[in-house]
């Protein structure tokens, strides 16, 4: 049987098929291609696919199951059904699950499965008969796995291992290289250059700050002079011996400070050789480690039995006790040596490796030390390395054994590798980084006694030029940055300080470059100024980068026009020159119209062509001093500043009204261009930029009110009525947050017969005074589309009570007819929504009606409309339209959509008797709807001459004052039980 997993997959194939290209080959091969093709073979062949349901999963042979157990990867098999046929132990393990599986479904075993990548490869495997190889990430174990997914006669061999050890030696690699890449960039490690002489050739500062010296006293000391005494014996035999044979090396080791503190530093020391290959000079690159030591210190003397066995489960972990007997292994352990638990390591390992483990373990025993050791372990038939560390076993403060974690550090040695040669890089290339070292004299021009080679690269000139004083560095400064450049300099030497400074110079071919120039005043011995000495690099393209990046914190992408943050500046900007030069300021906020049914309707590609060509109308039908600006979405501002009055105003607007008039063509169509707006004049309007923008915001709001694609200019009298429809907005919300919506019901009548029909639910509200209200005190409710939706799913829920009440009560109520606004289809669920209500409730749907008017099929999402009602439909609800003949096109929309019922407006029976018009228009509409087959209603029947003249006619129910007006539900069962159909007018005129 088909699982809802599997049909979700089909579709995605399916949709896959039109939309996708074919996936990627995965990552890595198999490595174990002869196991997969082996167990492709072993597994017998199935019968008829009809024969296979019947079945209980396979059963593997005794043979194959202990091939499969033998594997070091985790294996489990499926049968056609995805019944899981087989597990061996490492897949029972490495999955937390239990035998019991074996039968279940794959799908109800492993859940998380369905809808991701394994499901994908999986059913691939299973459909196209072919070996899926992947790797993906398990979010229930936190695991990443490698997968092998092979296709046997009998359903699918699925063989997969635990990868996360790869991958994080991966992820390691990969922040190592990082850090390099931030060290070397920002220079974040010590360096110092020193001759085999001892002479300082360069020191930075961060390797004063390590040593805790200045470069003068660094300059004076010898050799290792920084070193910690412990570590000095050990470090300069080292030393020597490496300055013989020129091989870098790296240690560890500490740094004693003048005032007694010490730091952990790890070194990496390179050699420089002349042409001749003879070392001459040596670079140390230092590294603060204080950190990681404090941290290496605590896990070690943190450490315990239960931390270990806990934290190290992935490690091979053992304990032995004061003879070398095992006391504990773990399973990793045991996959590789078998059980050990009480033996001795003589009794299984050989004569010369026992006798090293025991003597290690005696040392640990005996001294209390940590030892680590790197020990070739044979995994898989692979030699790698593994770290052992040991470390002292104590109860009540003696140690009475040994606890061993020996961890797989194959990757992580071969990242460490690449880590020194990347760092001996560093050392080697530290002097050659892009830009220009300097030594200079102190004031202006700044003549050369020292200049690098990177001079050329950066200036166009060699730096035998500078250095022969053929011109100075202050003949390439850009002229108006040179004053500042100067002071710069002078000011840091009078202070004693480093001076960093941004400025321009001008290259051999005439480009204007982007500089940054650190440096400092060296002094001599008597302390007085000697000269300068600095590093310049060109920053050219950073700074073009930042230059773009002000202009996209300050633009729109879409239209390239100012975005709001940059009009709120030129807005502020406008209203102070303004009010300096005694003129005045306009603002005009504008909205694209339909932009929204464009972007629904032609894609958003059109709509983005909109934006765009608005904005280019608006920028070149205005003045040069005035300003355009996208605010977001649909929206647009316009600053003019230095204005008369407001008559100068609609001067300088009205070629804009006059372009936005002319639609555009896009993709063989014409686009309307139109825009509603609204204006505010500053100060006569509001004396701030907030109160001046809110009324602009008023007289938009004002100008689509009206009809939209005109342009109204704020009047005192539209604040009234903007505060009024916020106010019904508020008071709708409130009813909702508190519930104090209610239905009335106003009844339905058979003309015929008089019998009652049904209700129409009307909405009322009740006031925090708790009178009732109708909706026409929250009309602007309506047109905020989260808010009609709320209100709607609030009125459903209480008529589904209320009927569902009366007919547990048994009261012949009918059908109840409900209304939907637009908004309330936007979501494309609302069918389904009214359904499972429904459901919930336990409601036939033939005591449903639903009524909508004829602007639902007109407004955006047209399709949804359609959709939803055809699924009511077919479910039983009646749809009804209501308000039929005021609308557009409702022939047509007889035809679309699926129409039951049709309710004659109120203003084609309030004049019947008088205008003979009216009551064409009535015969025409009953004689349509007997044609059709629909239901007739008339509402708004209030004398009894209507309701004679539409029971002659043929109308089939009838709705309005003269059968009752609406009421709250406690009174229906009583309107209900008390119904008399012959006393009711319709029945009387018969």
Same mark, same amino acid.
């Given at each position: 049987?088909a699982t809802?997993?599997?049909r979700?997959?089909?579709?995605?194939q399916?949709?896959?098929s039109?939309?996708q290209?074919?996936?990627?080959?995965p990552?890595?091969?198999s490595?174990?291609?002869?196991?997969?093709?082996r167990?492709a073979?072993a597994?017998?062949?199935?019968?008829?696919p009809?024969g *296979?349901q019947?079945?209980?999963?396979h059963?593997l042979?005794?043979?194959l199951k202990?091939?499969?157990e033998?594997?070091?990867?985790?294996?489990?098999?499926?049968?056609?059904q995805w019944r899981?046929?087989?597990?061996?132990?490492?897949?029972?393990?490495?999955?937390?699950a239990?035998?019991?599986?074996?039968?279940a479904?794959l799908?109800?075993?492993l859940?998380?499965?369905a809808g991701?990548?394994?499901?994908?490869h999986?059913r691939?495997a299973?459909s196209?008969?072919?070996?899926?190889?992947?790797e993906a990430y398990?979010?229930?174990l936190?695991?990443?796995?490698?997968v092998?997914a092979?296709p046997?006669?009998s359903?699918l061999s699925?063989?997969?291992r635990?990868i996360n050890?790869?991958?994080?030696?991966?992820?390691a690699?990969?922040?190592?290289?990082?850090?390099?890449?931030?060290?070397?960039g920002?220079t974040?490690v010590?360096i110092?250059?020193?001759?085999?002489?001892g002479?300082?050739?360069?020191?930075?500062?961060?390797w004063?700050?390590?040593?805790?010296?200045?470069?003068? =006293?660094?300059?004076r000391?010898?050799f290792l002079a920084?070193t910690?005494p412990? *570590?000095?014996?050990?470090?300069s035999p080292l030393?020597? !011996?490496?300055?013989r044979?020129?091989?870098?090396f790296q240690i560890?080791k500490?740094f004693m400070?003048?005032?007694?503190?010490?730091v952990?530093?790890?070194v990496?020391?390179?050699?420089?050789r002349?042409?001749a290959?003879?070392?001459i000079s040596?670079?140390?690159?230092?590294?603060?480690?204080d950190?990681?030591?404090a941290?290496?210190?605590?896990?070690?003397?943190?450490?315990?039995?239960?931390?270990?066995?806990?934290?190290?489960?992935?490690?091979?972990?053992?304990?032995?006790d004061?003879?070398?007997?095992?006391?504990?292994t773990?399973?990793?352990?045991k996959?590789?040596y078998?059980?050990?638990e009480g033996?001795?390591?003589h009794?299984?390992f050989?004569q010369?490796?026992?006798?090293?483990?025991?003597?290690?373990?005696q040392?640990v025993i005996?001294?209390?030390?940590v030892s680590t050791v790197?020990?070739?372990?044979?995994? *898989?038939g692979e030699?790698?390395?593994?770290?052992?560390?040991k470390v002292?076993?104590?109860?009540d403060g003696?140690i009475i054994?040994?606890?061993?974690?020996s961890?797989?550090?194959?990757?992580?040695?071969?990242?460490?590798?690449e880590?020194?040669e990347s760092r001996?890089?560093?050392a080697?290339?530290i *002097?050659?980084?892009p830009?220009?070292?300097?030594?200079?004299a102190l004031?202006?021009?700044?003549?050369?006694s020292?200049m690098?080679?990177g001079a =050329?690269?950066?200036?166009g000139?060699t730096?035998?030029?500078?250095?022969?004083n053929?011109?100075?560095?202050a003949?390439?400064v850009h002229?108006?940055?040179l004053d500042?450049?100067?002071?710069s300099?002078?000011d840091?030497?009078?202070?004693r300080? %480093?001076?960093s400074?941004?400025?321009?110079?001008?290259?051999?071919?005439?480009e204007?470059r982007?500089v940054m120039e650190r440096?400092?005043c060296?002094?001599d011995?008597?302390?007085?100024?000697?000269?300068?000495?600095?590093?310049?690099?060109?920053i050219?393209?950073?700074r073009?980068?930042?230059e773009r990046?002000?202009?996209?914190a300050?633009?729109?992408?879409?239209?390239?026009?100012?975005?709001?943050?940059?009009?709120q500046?030129?807005l502020?900007?406008?209203?102070?020159r303004s009010?300096?030069?005694?003129?005045?300021?306009?603002?005009?906020l504008?909205?694209?119209?339909?932009?929204?049914?464009?972007n629904d309707?032609l894609?958003h590609?059109?709509?983005d062509?909109l934006l765009?060509?608005?904005a280019?109308r608006?920028t070149?039908?205005?003045?040069?001093t005035d300003?355009v600006a996208r605010?977001?979405?649909?929206?647009?501002?316009?600053?003019?500043?230095?204005?008369e009055s407001?008559q100068?105003?609609?001067?300088i607007i009205?070629?804009?009204?006059?372009?936005?008039q002319e639609?555009f063509?896009?993709a063989g169509?014409?686009i309307?261009?139109r825009a509603?707006?609204?204006?505010s004049?500053?100060?006569?309007?509001?004396k701030e930029?907030?109160d001046l923008?809110?009324q602009?915001?008023?007289?938009l709001?004002?100008a689509?009110?009206?009809?939209?694609g005109?342009?109204m200019?704020?009047? %005192?009298?539209m604040?009234?009525?903007a505060?009024r429809?916020?106010q019904?907005?508020?008071?709708?919300?409130g009813?909702i947050k508190?519930?104090r919506?209610e239905?009335?019901y106003? %009844? !339905?009548?058979h003309?015929?017969?008089?019998?009652l029909?049904?209700?129409e639910a009307?909405l009322?509200?009740?006031?925090?005074?708790?009178r009732?209200?109708?909706p026409?005190?929250? !009309?602007a409710?309506?047109?905020?589309?989260q808010?009609?939706v709320? @209100?709607g799913q609030?009125?459903? =829920?209480?008529?589904?009570?209320?009927?569902?009440?009366?007919?547990?009560?048994g009261?012949?109520?009918?059908?109840v007819?409900?209304n939907?606004?637009?908004a309330?289809?936007r979501?494309?669920?609302?069918?389904?929504?009214i359904l499972?209500?429904?459901?919930?409730?336990? @409601?036939p749907?033939?005591?449903l009606?639903?009524e909508?008017t004829?602007?639902?099929?007109?407004g955006r999402?047209a399709?949804?409309?359609?959709r939803?009602l055809r699924?009511?439909?077919l479910?039983?609800?009646r749809i009804?339209?209501?308000d039929?003949g005021t609308?557009y096109?409702s022939?047509?929309h007889?035809?679309?959509?699926?129409?039951?019922?049709?309710k004659?407006?109120?203003s084609?029976v309030?004049?019947?008797?008088?205008?003979?018009?009216?009551?064409?228009?009535l015969?025409a509409v009953?004689?349509?709807?007997?044609?059709l087959?629909?239901?007739?209603v008339a509402?708004?029947? =209030?004398?009894?001459?209507?309701?004679?003249?539409?029971?002659a006619?043929?109308?089939d129910l009838?709705?309005?004052h003269?059968?009752?007006r609406?009421?709250?539900r406690? !009174?229906?069962?009583?309107?209900?039980?008390t119904w008399d159909p012959i006393a009711?007018?319709?029945?009387?005129t018969?």
């Amino acid at each position: 049987m088909a699982t809802s997993s599997g049909r979700a997959w089909r579709a995605r194939q399916l949709r896959r098929s039109h939309k996708q290209p074919a996936p990627a080959e995965p990552r890595l091969q198999s490595r174990t291609p002869a196991l997969t093709s082996r167990v492709a073979a072993a597994v017998p062949a199935r019968q008829s696919p009809l024969g *296979d349901q019947k079945r209980p999963p396979h059963h593997l042979s005794h043979d194959l199951k202990t091939f499969m157990e033998g594997t070091t990867d985790c294996v489990f098999v499926l049968d056609r059904q995805w019944r899981l046929a087989f597990l061996n132990t490492r897949a029972i393990s490495e999955l937390k699950a239990g035998a019991a599986l074996i039968g279940a479904s794959l799908w109800d075993a492993l859940p998380d499965l369905a809808g991701s990548t394994f499901e994908d490869h999986y059913r691939r495997a299973m459909s196209e008969r072919t070996t899926q190889r992947f790797e993906a990430y398990y979010a229930p174990l936190a695991s990443w796995f490698e997968v092998h997914a092979v296709p046997v006669d009998s359903g699918l061999s699925v063989f997969f291992r635990n990868i996360n050890e790869r991958i994080a030696a991966a992820d390691a690699l990969r922040e190592q290289e990082r850090q390099l890449a931030t060290v070397f960039g920002q220079t974040m490690v010590g360096i110092i250059h020193r001759g085999l002489d001892g002479r300082v050739l360069m020191v930075n500062q961060r390797w004063c700050e390590l040593v805790g010296r200045s470069k003068d =006293e660094i300059a004076r000391l010898p050799f290792l002079a920084e070193t910690h005494p412990e *570590d000095a014996a050990w470090n300069s035999p080292l030393l020597e !011996k490496h300055i013989r044979t020129g091989e870098p090396f790296q240690i560890e080791k500490r740094f004693m400070r003048p005032d007694g503190s010490v730091v952990w530093v790890a070194v990496n020391v390179s050699f420089v050789r002349d042409e001749a290959g003879k070392v001459i000079s040596m670079i140390a690159v230092a590294e603060d480690i204080d950190d990681r030591k404090a941290a290496e210190n605590e896990v070690r003397e943190g450490r315990n039995l239960f931390q270990v066995a806990i934290d190290s489960v992935q490690d091979l972990v053992f304990v032995k006790d004061g003879e070398g007997r095992f006391v504990l292994t773990n399973r990793r352990l045991k996959e590789i040596y078998g059980s050990l638990e009480g033996m001795r390591v003589h009794d299984h390992f050989p004569q010369d490796a026992a006798e090293e483990f025991h003597a290690a373990d005696q040392h640990v025993i005996a001294t209390g030390a940590v030892s680590t050791v790197d020990e070739q372990i044979s995994v *898989d038939g692979e030699i790698r390395t593994f770290q052992m560390v040991k470390v002292p076993w104590r109860q009540d403060g003696d140690i009475i054994g040994v606890i061993g974690v020996s961890r797989d550090m194959t990757e992580h040695r071969a990242a460490e590798l690449e880590l020194r040669e990347s760092r001996r890089q560093l050392a080697t290339l530290i *002097d050659n980084l892009p830009g220009l070292v300097y030594r200079c004299a102190l004031t202006a021009p700044w003549p050369f006694s020292f200049m690098s080679e990177g001079a =050329e690269a950066l200036t166009g000139y060699t730096a035998a030029e500078f250095m022969e004083n053929k011109f100075g560095w202050a003949d390439i400064v850009h002229p108006d940055d040179l004053d500042q450049l100067d002071r710069s300099t002078r000011d840091a030497v009078e202070e004693r300080r %480093p001076f960093s400074e941004i400025y321009r110079i001008i290259t051999r071919s005439g480009e204007t470059r982007w500089v940054m120039e650190r440096g400092q005043c060296i002094y001599d011995a008597a302390g007085a100024p000697s000269f300068l000495e600095g590093f310049i690099s060109d920053i050219t393209q950073q700074r073009q980068t930042e230059e773009r990046l002000r202009w996209v914190a300050h633009h729109d992408s879409l239209t390239g026009a100012p975005n709001r943050v940059l009009f709120q500046e030129r807005l502020e900007h406008a209203l102070r020159r303004s009010g300096e030069a005694g003129r005045k300021v306009g603002l005009l906020l504008l909205d694209v119209d339909h932009l929204k049914e464009i972007n629904d309707s032609l894609g958003h590609d059109a709509g983005d062509a909109l934006l765009q060509v608005t904005a280019r109308r608006l920028t070149t039908a205005l003045r040069s001093t005035d300003m355009v600006a996208r605010n977001g979405g649909d929206e647009f501002a316009i600053i003019l500043p230095d204005i008369e009055s407001e008559q100068e105003l609609w001067t300088i607007i009205r070629p804009v009204l006059e372009q936005l008039q002319e639609p555009f063509s896009y993709a063989g169509r014409a686009i309307d261009c139109r825009a509603s707006i609204g204006a505010s004049i500053w100060p006569d309007h509001a004396k701030e930029a907030t109160d001046l923008h809110k009324q602009a915001d008023v007289a938009l709001y004002t100008a689509k009110a009206a009809g939209r694609g005109r342009m109204m200019v704020f009047r %005192p009298s539209m604040r009234a009525g903007a505060e009024r429809r916020v106010q019904m907005r508020s008071n709708a919300r409130g009813a909702i947050k508190e519930r104090r919506i209610e239905p009335f019901y106003q %009844p !339905k009548v058979h003309m015929d017969s008089g019998e009652l029909a049904g209700f129409e639910a009307l909405l009322r509200w009740r006031n925090p005074e708790g009178r009732i209200e109708t909706p026409a005190t929250i !009309k602007a409710a309506f047109d905020d589309p989260q808010l009609a939706v709320a @209100i709607g799913q609030q009125m459903h =829920e209480l008529v589904f009570d209320d009927l569902r009440r009366w007919l547990d009560a048994g009261h012949r109520v009918g059908h109840v007819a409900i209304n939907a606004s637009a908004a309330e289809f936007r979501g494309n669920n609302f069918a389904e929504g009214i359904l499972e209500r429904l459901r919930t409730a336990g @409601i036939p749907t033939h005591h449903l009606e639903l009524e909508v008017t004829e602007t639902v099929f007109l407004g955006r999402g047209a399709e949804h409309v359609e959709r939803a009602l055809r699924t009511l439909s077919l479910e039983g609800v009646r749809i009804s339209l209501d308000d039929f003949g005021t609308g557009y096109a409702s022939l047509s929309h007889l035809k679309q959509f699926p129409v039951d019922v049709i309710k004659i407006d109120r203003s084609f029976v309030q004049d019947l008797a008088d205008d003979p018009d009216d009551t064409a228009i009535l015969q025409a509409v009953l004689n349509l709807g007997r044609a059709l087959g629909l239901t007739t209603v008339a509402e708004g029947i =209030e004398t009894e001459i209507q309701a004679a003249y539409l029971r002659a006619q043929g109308c089939d129910l009838g709705q309005g004052h003269l059968f009752g007006r609406a009421i709250p539900r406690t !009174k229906i069962p009583g309107l209900i039980a008390t119904w008399d159909p012959i006393a009711t007018p319709a029945k009387a005129t018969a």
